[in-house]
């Protein structure tokens, strides 16, 4: 399916229906639809009628076997949980891509195109990343790779070199907020604004929970609190990158705050923002720049515990050093 805010983008596919590139980058955030975009493409690419919008006809044997998710000519490849570990980082490893290139080599079943997603693309390792670099270098005939990620920034320069890049965007608050009314979803304002706009992102309650905790404790921080609550993180399993995702978006928040400018992310938390606006800039700085070090670590088998006392410790410290503004 394609989403309202998304069908600017399928307009100009239409438009490029008839040289579209071989290989694909579906980049935006995530929790926007683009994995719903590429499936959309991708059953549009194998369809025997596409209709004047080069939508899917839904009606013949190669719409039912996508919608069935049996299609011979299409592989879908992503990273495979391994024993429910939130903390494991999630790899496509060389060997899945291997099946790919074996794949790709094959002749199309119907006649027409083949196709190949992956998602998420940054979800592949280095050697696997330079595996697919070789078949994207010289792509077979009718084969159309569609990557699809949320984090671009994170692939391989190589790679990205290979991709045509479409932007999905992320729809205005306005929008998200009525999409999901017309939908029966419940999503408030202050859980769209956490998500960054981001409408169709699926947060498990206990972890609301958990994040409302972290916050109570930053808004008055203390040592013992902070310390209470690193221990707490680590008995729910959670991977380190969640709580520096929730540091992280306070701390921006915290710093709009000192300019005298509302929350972008917590705006139901602005009084305990304000109460806050007098920390220093050179630590607030210094503290932002470590978590954007230790961000790419954020699903790796670190001592998550001593990780984050060893940033609430940095975050007290920035607090209790006030300077003027």
């Not at 709580?243 to 929350?263: F, H, I, M, N, T």
Request: with cysteine; net charge negative.
């Amino acid at each position: 399916m394609i989403y309202p805010w998304q069908q600017m983008v399928w307009q100009q596919v239409q438009q490029r229906w008839h040289a579209l590139p071989h290989a694909i980058l579906l980049s935006g955030q995530q929790g926007t639809g683009k994995w719903a975009f590429a499936e959309h493409l991708a059953q549009a690419l194998l369809c025997e009628h596409v209709d004047a919008h080069k939508n899917a006809c839904g009606m013949c044997s190669a719409c039912h076997l996508f919608g069935q998710h049996s299609h011979p000519d299409c592989m879908v490849m992503r990273p495979e949980s391994e024993d429910g570990n939130a903390r494991k980082l999630l790899q496509i490893k060389v060997d899945a891509v291997r099946e790919v290139l074996a794949f790709a080599q094959l002749s199309s079943h119907q006649g027409g195109r083949r196709v190949i997603i992956i998602e998420p693309a940054e979800a592949l390792n280095l050697q696997a990343a330079n595996a697919l670099l070789k078949i994207l270098e010289e792509p077979p005939a009718n084969v159309v790779f569609i990557l699809v990620s949320h984090h671009s920034e994170r692939l391989l320069p190589t790679i990205l070199s290979r991709l045509q890049v479409w932007h999905l965007p992320t729809p205005p608050a306005s929008v998200a907020l009525a999409y999901v009314q017309e939908q029966g979803l419940s999503l408030s304002t202050a859980q769209l604004a956490f998500q960054a706009g981001a409408p169709l992102l699926q947060e498990d309650a206990s972890l609301q929970d958990l994040r409302a905790q972290w916050l109570a404790v930053l808004a008055k921080p203390r040592l013992l609190a902070l310390l209470d609550f690193a221990a707490e993180f680590d008995k729910h399993k959670r991977p380190l990158g969640e709580a520096l995702d929730w540091l992280y978006k306070w701390l921006v928040d915290l710093g709009l705050s000192r300019q005298g400018l509302p929350a972008l992310y917590y705006p139901e938390q602005q009084s305990g923002l304000s109460a806050l606006a007098t920390h220093s800039p050179y630590l607030w700085q210094q503290l932002v720049d470590k978590l954007h070090k230790l961000m790419p670590f954020g699903q790796h088998t670190l001592n998550v515990k001593l990780q984050l006392e060893d940033i609430s410790i940095d975050y007290l410290n920035l607090i209790t050093h006030k300077e003027a503004n």
